[in-house]
């Protein structure tokens, strides 16, 4: 599956890291280290898509 084909090469270095919330809800949070030319949203659009999950933008951060 890969949603961020139009990215640059450049551009696609990520952090992808775990973080557990409240009531124990594991949370999967993808960083894009502070590359601010991604048009967030509309990777949300499309993993939404493919995921069929609850994706959100946050802080500059894409959660799933």
């Known amino acids: 599956m890969c949603i961020c084909e ?3 090469v450049e551009e696609q270095q990520i952090s992808i890291s775990n973080e ?3 009531w124990g809800k594991i949370v999967i949070v ?7 030319n991604i ?3 509309n990777l949300v ?3 939404k898509k493919k995921c069929a999950s609850v ?3 946050r802080d500059n ?3 799933l």
């Open 45 to 47: 659009t499309q993993a």
């Open 6 to 8: 139009n990215i640059d």
């Open 61 to 63: 951060k894409i959660e």
């Open 30 to 36: 993808v960083d894009f280290n502070e590359n601010n």
């Open 55 to 57: 994706v959100t933008v």
């Open 39 to 41: 048009d967030l949203y």
């Open 20 to 22: 557990t919330r409240r």
